[in-house]
């Protein structure tokens, strides 16, 4: 049977298992690449700048059938208070497990057949116009029950958990990582007498922390997103003010001028 679930940190409802209500199907609508472009009067077409992508929807067509009237309408306004909410949440669909999306209730449509019986068509807006992993690769272990998230090269043969100075990390998203839009958190133990340095040789960026760093009497880095801490403080400061993302695929890091390293990365991967 398939499933659909709505969630964030505060409640958890799954639509199907609402007694009466069963789905028809599931629309993924195409995405929209916004591509900006420039014009030069002296070459043909244009020039290319960066692709963006925009807002989708996704609807969801249901049927409802219920005893009387009555149960029709408690059916529209149990569902108008569980979808039109203040703040954002996720939806979830079991045909494509691996993956939720982050949304909010655009429309609720019924249309009456009889005095028991309707179809229901539910708009729902990704607005940040990508999917995202269910789980992030701090649990690395769900997402390998997943057969959907298998790629080549396979998911199995990566990890995010490291003790040594070089390594690879695996997106296995469609999209880059960027920690200036995306969830990204990276976090290093070691010993470092300065210039600690994070290199990703795939994307060609850096990231240079350069005071002392001694993890045996406590210290450590914590890169979340834009945001270097030291010791759970804003350092920086101290660091060269650079950022490491993830492009799809293999990403070679190198972590340079530090000993006895213990490194984690955890993140989602995107999908368009």
């Known amino acids: 049977m398939e499933e659909v679930k709505i969630f964030n940190g505060d409640f958890t409802s799954n639509l199907t298992e609402i007694p009466g209500l069963v789905l ?23 020039i290319l700048g960066s692709t963006t992508f925009g807002p989708f929807n996704l609807e969801l067509n249901f049927y409802f ?28 669909y079991s045909e494509i497990p691996e993956r939720k999306y982050a949304v909010y209730c655009e429309d609720l ?15 729902f807006v990704v607005y940040k116009g990508f ?18 998230t298998s790629k080549e090269p396979a998911l199995e043969d990566y990890q995010y958990e490291f003790n040594r100075s070089r390594f690879v990390i695996y997106n296995a998203g469609d999209l880059t990582v ?4 995306h969830y990204l958190n990276i976090k290093i133990e070691g010993s470092s007498d300065g210039e600690l340095t994070i290199n990703n040789k795939t994307t060609k960026e850096r990231f240079i922390y350069k ?13 979340n997103g834009v945001y270097p801490k030291k010791n759970g403080v804003n350092c920086g400061i101290d660091t060269n003010h650079g950022l490491i993302s993830l492009a799809p695929g293999i990403n070679k890091i190198e972590i340079q001028n530090a000993n006895e390293i213990k490194t984690s990365w955890d993140f989602n991967f995107l999908y368009r």
């Open 211 to 223: 005071p002392t760093l001694r993890s045996r009497t406590g210290d450590w880095l914590d890169l």
């Open 131 to 148: 999917s995202e992993s269910l789980k992030s690769t701090k649990d690395i272990n769900f997402l390998l029950e997943d057969t959907h």
């Open 109 to 123: 449509e019924v249309k009456n057949i009889n005095s028991s019986f309707a179809t229901l068509k539910i708009i």
């Open 24 to 46: 028809l199907d599931f629309i993924d609508n195409d995405v929209d690449a916004q591509v900006s472009t420039q014009e030069n009067e002296a070459t043909d077409g244009v």
């Open 65 to 92: 059938e219920g005893s009387d009237s009555m149960d029709l309408g408690l059916i529209k306004q149990s569902l108008r208070g569980l979808l039109f909410r203040r703040d954002p949440y996720f939806l979830w």
């Open 178 to 181: 960027d920690p200036r839009e």
